[in-house]
């Protein structure tokens, strides 16, 4: 039960907002390629335990799990698909792990939107069937619903929220695998088209297609192979009310709390001291801030002053979403957390070129499963 | 003593079961009453209605593309894997035992042997139907034991099919074929 954790293998296809070249097996495939060839093992020998991400409504295919064993190296061993964010995934792969009855398992998310032809009907799924989808709404409005109250109450500015969106698809521009960068200016949300306000269409992250795959080791196994591991050492998830009716749209009390969870793994006393970077949820712009707040990482009681003052930024005192965030690279649906993760490892692995924070040794990653959840996880990474 | 005579009937229907092979007259008395979709459109079950509009179109890849594109020509393709020997159909880009990509293409017969296959006396919505549909898995000529294409069978009597029977694919004419699993219309038995 002592041992620790470690990452010792990422893999990554690139982020697009179409790939009609390959189906989602053969992206799978070539994300499990690059990360067991990442982590120098063979995935039919030494993989113990295979868990996957995926949400049957995104997918189009009920019972996912039945398509997923061959492509990730996974026939006739054990596997299973969970109905979760990627993060998600991780930490049922961390709680295998510390059983002892594993020693390597291994973690697979991938989201092809561009197969959805009605997006906004699938997303409407989500609501709930009887309270909320007869007023036939598109889901987009409960992030127009929660933006509104959370910028009142926090006194957040719009523009604060597009600075956001500037930054992280700027970061964008220097992750090669990312699909949605950009260089944009303040003014140009002058001119972006109102969604639900006061959410417009660049406060959204767009969709991207790809797979991410992430193998994981127990601290023996981790010494065997020799390898140079990025450990997890905290790890959190939480789950705050399904209804919209009576949930909290300002301070996201269960983000905190499975903050709390992993803090307390990790021993991390003094989060913005102990935490050189964070990879975030950004869904949406003003949700980077709003996480934020909620795993206690903002400098003053207004998030909005974290992105003003170039706090936030790669070279800031505390970089958020370095990598691009969901904004910059693709909004992937349940593979976002993992994408996440993989940026978390690049950067403390040194190996995020031109977006490379200095010194960073603690990484904290934050997926969220998106509209209408409040369904969160969060890991706590160490060099 | 009716329970000892219970597991000895039960015992010797498995027996039985196990060594002669079973008729598929279907069973068509049902019981019970049933509720159909009239009787929720009219009211007479208290639900709330959604009809969702989840639309999908899967991109086929490299491997089922290539496929598709062979049936389109009145061919079915393979892909072998050198290392352990298989030749696989449907194919993929990758061996799953091996896990590394296949070797190469390969093209396969239009005939086969009928691995197994059922009686379907209901359509996909569960509507009845005099004449069985005839799903059946049939394993391909040329490759390797076990691999098949679950497909349907026609021109047979329902009464005469057969697990080991050999069928040939009946394909729609070039102009009808459109790259699909549907280019072949069904297999019949080869005389």
């Known amino acids: 039960m002592s041992d620790r954790v470690g990452i010792i293998g990422i893999g990554a296809t690139q982020f697009r907002s179409i790939t009609p070249d390959v189906s989602y097996k053969e992206l799978m495939f070539e994300a499990a390629v690059k990360a067991y060839d990442d982590a120098g093992i063979n995935p039919r020998k030494d993989v113990d335990t295979f868990v996957t991400c995926a949400e049957d409504y995104i997918e189009g295919t009920s019972i996912f799990d039945e398509y997923v064993p061959d492509q990730i ?66 889901t987009h409005f409960i992030a127009g619903l929660e933006m509104n109250r959370f910028c009142y109450e926090t006194g957040v500015t719009y523009d604060q929220c597009a600075k956001v969106v500037i930054k992280n698809r700027r970061n964008a521009l220097n992750n090669p695998i990312a699909g949605r960068a950009a260089k944009l200016k303040l003014n140009d949300f002058k001119y972006a088209e109102s969604v639900s306000c006061p959410l417009t269409e660049l406060d959204i992250a767009q969709p991207a297609d790809g797979a991410v795959v992430i193998v994981l080791a127990n601290e023996s196994k981790v010494r065997a192979l020799k390898k140079e591991p990025i450990w997890v050492s905290g790890i959190g998830w939480c789950n705050g009310t399904a209804t919209l009716e009576s949930r909290d749209w300002v301070y996201l009390n269960y983000v905190t709390k499975a903050a709390e969870m992993a803090y307390k793994m990790a021993g991390i006393a003094d989060p913005q001291k102990d935490i050189s970077f964070a990879e975030i949820d950004d869904r949406y712009s003003y949700k980077e801030l709003q996480h934020l707040m909620a795993l206690k990482l903002c400098c003053s009681c207004n998030p909005g002053q974290c992105v003003d003052n170039g706090r936030t930024e790669i070279n800031g005192e505390f970089p958020v979403n370095p990598s691009g965030g969901a904004l910059g690279m693709g909004y992937m649906y349940e593979a976002t957390g993992l994408a996440r993760l993989y940026c978390a490892v690049e950067q403390l692995r040194g190996n995020a070129g031109k977006n490379q924070i200095k010194n960073a040794k603690t990484a904290l990653v934050q997926g969220w499963r998106g509209l209408p959840t409040t369904s969160t996880a969060v890991t706590i990474l160490n060099a | 003593m009716p329970k000892k005579l219970k597991s000895k009937t039960q015992k010797a229907r498995r027996t039985r079961q196990e060594t002669k092979p079973q008729s598929l007259t279907p069973n068509l008395q049902f019981m019970g009453t049933g509720l159909s979709s009239d009787d929720l459109k009219k009211g007479k079950v208290c639900t709330t209605y959604w009809i969702g509009d989840t639309k999908y179109a899967w991109d086929r890849g490299i491997a089922i593309g290539k496929y598709l594109e062979g049936m389109k020509h009145g061919k079915i393709l393979g892909v072998e894997c050198h290392k352990c020997g298989r030749k696989m159909v449907p194919p993929r880009i990758f061996c799953e035992w091996c896990f590394k990509p296949i070797d190469n293409w390969i093209e396969l017969f239009d005939t086969g042997t009928v691995n197994t296959f059922s009686l379907c006396y209901v359509t996909w919505d569960m509507q009845r139907v005099k004449n069985p549909i005839i799903p059946a898995v049939i394993e391909i000529d040329g490759a390797s034991k076990g691999m098949g294409i679950m497909h349907l069978l026609g021109e047979i009597d329902p009464k005469k099919v057969h697990i080991g029977m050999k069928v040939k694919a009946v394909w729609k004419s070039e102009k009808e074929r459109e790259g699909a699993i549907t280019d072949i219309k069904y297999w019949k038995p080869v005389k």
């Open chain 1, 73 to 138: 190296g996974a026939a006739l061993k054990p596997v299973h698909t969970i109905g979760g964010d990627g993060l998600h995934g991780i930490a049922t792969a961390f709680l295998q792990l510390k059983t002892g009855r594993f020693d390597i398992a291994v973690v697979e998310a991938h989201c092809k939107p561009s197969n959805m032809l009605t997006p906004d009907g699938i997303e409407a799924c989500g609501q709930d069937p009887i309270y909320n989808r007869p007023l036939k709404l598109n």
